[in-house]
């Protein structure tokens, strides 16, 4: 299966979390050296340290030889391995977005206490 061809993935267009994650399943089927949670945990952090670099240089906290990266390829990256992991253990990232959504007024309002 040839995942760019078959798919809407270049498309600009809506999609629920769901969706994103049948796209980073899709992708992920195609490779055929398999990582295991933890491999794909050690590359979670790997993009996140890729993040933090850019968002220190953008905000002129680092000045650094090497310019930011694409923050968007990064952010894209650490979403396609979070929905990968949260596959792997049948987390339903639609439900829990909308579960998050109701208990975050009152982290804002404890937040907003301090």
């Known amino acids: ?5 078959s798919s809407n993935l270049y498309q600009k267009m809506s999609k629920t979390l769901a ?3 049948q796209d980073c ?4 089927s195609q490779f055929t050296n398999k990582w295991n949670i933890e491999t ?6 790997e993009e996140v340290g890729e ?5 220190l240089v953008v905000e002129g906290k680092k000045n ?9 390829s990064n952010l894209t990256n ?3 391995e979070i929905l990968l992991i949260a596959d792997k253990y049948s987390v339903n990232m639609d439900d829990s977005w ?17």
């Open 1 to 5: 299966m040839n995942f760019a061809l």
């Open 19 to 21: 969706q994103l994650s």
């Open 25 to 28: 399943q899709d992708l992920d």
């Open 40 to 45: 794909r945990l050690v590359n979670l952090m």
């Open 51 to 55: 993040l933090s670099h850019d968002v």
């Open 64 to 72: 650094d030889a090497l310019k930011a990266k694409d923050m968007g």
């Open 78 to 80: 650490l979403l396609y």
């Open 98 to 114: 909308e579960e998050f959504l109701q208990v975050m007024p009152q982290w804002v309002e404890m937040r907003n206490k301090k």
